[in-house]
T-cell receptor
Framework: GDSVTQMEGPVTLSEEACLTI???????????LFWYVQYPGEGLQLLLK?????DKGSNKGFEATYRKETTSFHLEKGSVQVSDSAVYFC????????????FGGGTRLMVKP | GAVVSQHPSWVICKSGTSVKIECRSL??????MFWYRQFPKQSLMLMAT?????????EQGVEKDKFLINHASLTLSTLTVTSAHPEDSSFYIC????????FGPGTRLLVL
């Protein structure tokens, strides 16, 4: 079945440091890939997505590129802020938008001033 | 963008009681909604798929008699935790697709 693997946290960084959270997946066909963010005490919010190979999703300074050859969708940000502290989930879904999401285990990011 | 709401956001109940959680799509219709459970510091685990007009589809290991799902309309799905016990304490999140998946803010359940 489909699966998503992402690096375990927590990841602790100083403000303005570079961030990379690795995510790899296993799926049949051509899934869509997502990054969701969960701030403390809140529900999940879609951060960015990519629906086909070589697509780059971007939002709020975060980027991730759909790499089919390496089955990866690593999340990157050049300069993190304290407000980026949250849990980040990599996820995939089948081609049908109604399909369920398969989530990675989540990576907690803590940014210190 | 599309909005999904959940009610209540917090619930504390005594062991043995039943708790109903509502999930509503506020500005779009959803024939399918998904219910997830999240334990502290863990990922979301899909519990079931709620289908408007038909029975819910439960994931392996999820007791359908314990977690009753009713998709009453195209904008409302309810999850009822029957005879709740402390081990049912968790964060329950629903989602509905509208181009992409939109998540509700979650309902935190604490069973004493």
């Amino acid at each position: 079945g489909d699966s998503v693997t992402q690096m375990e946290g927590p990841v602790t960084l100083s403000e303005e440091a570079c961030l990379t959270i690795n995510c790899t997946y296993t799926a049949t066909g051509y899934p869509s890939l997502f990054w969701y963010v969960q701030y403390p005490g809140e529900g999940l919010q879609l951060l960015l997505k990519a629906t086909k190979a070589d697509d780059k999703g971007s939002n709020k300074g975060f980027e991730a590129t759909y790499r089919k050859e390496t089955t990866s969708f690593h999340l990157e940000k050049g300069s993190v802020q304290v407000s980026d502290s949250a849990v980040y989930f990599c996820a995939l879904s089948g081609n049908n938008a109604g399909n369920m999401l398969t989530f990675g285990g989540g990576t907690r990011l803590m940014v210190k001033p | 963008g599309a909005v999904v709401s959940q009610h209540p956001s917090w619930v504390i109940c005594k062991s043995g009681t039943s708790v109903k959680i509502e999930c509503r799509s506020l500005d779009f219709q959803a024939t399918t909604m998904f219910w997830y459970r999240q334990f502290p510091k863990q990922s979301l685990m899909l519990m079931a798929t709620s289908n408007e007009g038909s029975k819910a589809t439960y994931e392996q290991g999820v007791e359908k008699d314990k977690f009753l799902i009713n998709h009453a309309s195209l904008t409302l799905s309810t999850l009822t935790v029957t005879s709740a016990h402390p081990e049912d304490s968790s964060f329950y999140i629903c989602s509905a697709p509208f181009g992409t998946q939109y998540f509700g803010p979650g309902t935190r359940l604490l069973v004493l």
